[in-house]
């Protein structure tokens, strides 16, 4: 069965970075859609970033210019580098990743970004 692991989670000043990884296993990555959701306390979870099995990728309005999404489908993993960043940003990092009508989601990474 298809199983997700978030890393890379941690505390950072203002500024500064993060790269987040999601481990996949149990299937074929890369017949999959990938995705980067967060979820701040008190708000609803939102998309990130999204790369596709076909390479269309997606970012939110607030993180255009500071993060980057990508795949490597020879390691099955996706990343999401965070530079500048705003402690905004705080947050639950949620992997995520569909096929068909099938989604599946990790267990989350806190991303937290002092001022």
């Known amino acids: 069965q298809v199983q997700l692991v978030e890393s890379g989670g941690g505390l950072v000043q203002a500024g500064g970075s993060l790269r987040l990884s999601c481990a996949f296993s149990g299937s074929i990555f890369s017949l999959f859609h990938t995705r980067w959701y967060r979820q701040a306390p008190g708000k609803q979870r939102e998309l990130v970033a999204a790369i596709t099995r076909d390479g269309t990728i997606f970012y939110a309005d607030s993180v255009k210019g500071r993060f980057t999404v990508s795949r490597d489908n020879a390691k099955n993993t996706l990343y999401l580098q965070m530079n500048s960043l705003k402690p905004e940003d705080t947050a639950v990092y949620y992997c995520?990743?569909?096929?068909?009508?099938?989604?599946?989601w990790g267990q989350g990474t806190q991303v937290t970004v002092s001022s």
């Open positions: 995520n990743t569909q096929r068909t009508s099938t989604v599946y």
